[in-house]
């Protein structure tokens, strides 16, 4: 291989691999920067609620207002979440499922009990959750049930119950340490379940539970109950569509407006994001072509000697792999000073973030270093096969 590169590398152009290294690996570092920025401040937009798909609102009739919409001035209809979901804007809709009967909670931290009282239970389409489904599973006959819980219920303890009684403040992290007693009756039965805590909600005022709970539930404890839809979730498109906006004013509906500006943030901070990585892209693609533009120049330059080897019996593979290991070689260093630029530009923001928003975290770099593997492999991989592709080509034109 030594003797192959010695005679091989002559003509080689500094200048053209130069201009590839650096234009690579400006591209390179807007693309993993602008994806792991992305990754690292989305949570500040969905940490409420991540339990929940993206770009999901809750939809309300507005009370008092003459809607145009079927029903009563309450309630949604079977035709009204038709005529919702044959709009454009409407990916799909879900409707809350209330119980119909009287439960009871107890809730307690490490042994101390903090609050018990009358709660009240919704569910949602199992659709719109967005966690490991193994952990939102309910069977009937279990006596676990898996539930989202209000954070408000945790930040009156943290902030109130907590400091006053010397107890270790909830995270999200720890959920674990809740100890939910859950009474239901109704229907003449009484039953107790445990309640296990899998997410926090930011926008439910309610204890969400599964579908296939709450279905079975008030099968079980109010039979004759009458389940009216009052509330929807609806996944749409572009939260900050006009059309959505004109919609709802002139059908008399409402949404969760700080769900939906969160949404509007993170619909933009994902085009704005793509916008810089497809500029990423395009400067990793000229950069591309310069490498194999020097490459072809080379090839073209050294025709002589590659003819000469190949008829002396070398396979075009050995031929051409002191190129491809010098576009490996080159890539590789594109993608570690990449990660390590990126590592120095995120520990300039990180810090602010968490000072800022301390629930966030300081999250992981493994974003940027898995796409930046995964576009060195794609990268190297085509280069590799473009250049035996072209020592190929002048064998068989000998």
């Given at each position: 291989m030594s003797?192959?590169?010695?005679?091989?590398?002559?003509?080689?152009?500094?200048?053209?691999?130069?201009?590839?290294?650096?234009?690579?690996?400006?591209?390179?570092?807007?693309?993993?920067?602008?994806?792991?920025?992305?990754?690292?401040?989305?949570?500040?937009?969905?940490?409420?609620?991540?339990f929940m798909k993206s770009n999901a609102i809750m939809v309300t009739k507005r009370i008092g207002m003459g809607n145009t919409?079927?029903?009563?001035?309450?309630?949604?209809?079977?035709?009204?979440?038709?005529?919702?979901?044959?709009?454009?804007?409407?990916?799909?809709?879900?409707?809350?499922m209330s119980a119909n009967y009287k439960a009871h909670a107890s809730m307690?931290?490490?042994?101390?009990?903090?609050?018990?009282?009358?709660?009240?239970?919704?569910?949602?389409?199992?659709?719109?959750?967005?966690?490991?489904?193994?952990d939102w599973q309910y069977r009937a006959g279990d006596d676990v049930v898996p539930i989202i819980l209000p954070r408000s219920y945790i930040n009156i303890y943290n902030?109130?119950?907590?400091?006053?009684?010397?107890?270790?403040?909830?995270?999200?992290?720890?959920?674990?340490?809740?100890?939910?007693?859950?009474?239901?009756?109704?229907?003449?039965?009484?039953?107790?379940?445990?309640?296990?805590?899998?997410?926090?909600?930011?926008?439910?005022?309610?204890?969400?539970?599964?579908?296939?709970?709450?279905?079975?539930?008030?099968?079980t404890f109010a039979p004759e109950g009458d389940n009216v839809t009052t509330r929807l979730l609806m996944q749409v498109s572009n939260p900050g569509d006009k059309s959505l906006m004109t919609y709802f004013e002139k059908n008399g509906l409402e949404m969760d407006s700080d769900k939906l500006n969160a949404e509007k943030t993170t619909y933009f901070l994902r085009l704005i994001v793509s916008m810089v990585m497809v500029i990423g892209i395009i400067i990793s693609a000229l950069s591309f072509y310069i490498l194999m533009l020097s490459i072809y120049l080379l090839v073209q330059k050294n025709t002589e000697k590659?003819?000469?080897?190949?008829?002396?019996?070398?396979?075009a593979g050995r031929v051409a792999m002191p190129y491809q290991l010098l576009t490996a070689g080159l890539n590789l260093m594109v993608l570690l000073i990449a990660i390590l630029s990126v590592c120095l530009i995120r520990h300039y923001y990180v810090d602010?973030?968490?000072?800022?928003?301390?629930?966030?975290?300081?999250?992981?770099?493994?974003?940027?270093?898995?796409?930046?593997?995964?576009?060195?492999?794609?990268?190297?991989?085509?280069?590799?096969?473009?250049?035996?592709?072209?020592?190929?080509?002048?064998?068989?034109?000998?």
């Open positions: 003797l192959l590169w010695k005679l091989l590398r002559q003509h080689i152009s500094i200048g053209q691999f130069a201009g590839f290294f650096v234009a690579n690996l400006l591209g390179m570092i807007i693309v993993l920067s602008g994806y792991q920025f992305y990754h690292d401040v989305l949570p500040i937009f969905t940490n409420g609620d991540s919409l079927s029903s009563n001035a309450s309630t949604f209809s079977a035709k009204d979440i038709a005529e919702l979901e044959k709009q454009p804007f409407t990916r799909r809709t879900g409707a809350f307690g931290i490490s042994g101390t009990q903090i609050f018990s009282s009358e709660i009240f239970f919704e569910s949602i389409p199992d659709d719109f959750i967005d966690i490991n489904m193994r902030f109130g119950f907590a400091r006053s009684h010397s107890l270790p403040q909830i995270s999200d992290g720890l959920m674990g340490m809740i100890d939910l007693r859950l009474r239901i009756h109704g229907n003449g039965r009484e039953q107790t379940f445990t309640g296990k805590v899998v997410a926090f909600s930011s926008s439910m005022t309610s204890i969400l539970v599964p579908e296939a709970f709450m279905k079975w539930s008030n099968e590659l003819q000469n080897l190949l008829l002396i019996g070398y396979r602010i973030i968490a000072a800022l928003y301390p629930e966030v975290g300081k999250g992981s770099i493994v974003y940027a270093v898995l796409l930046g593997i995964a576009l060195f492999l794609i990268v190297t991989l085509l280069n590799v096969i473009i250049i035996r592709r072209k020592v190929a080509s002048i064998n068989s034109h000998q």
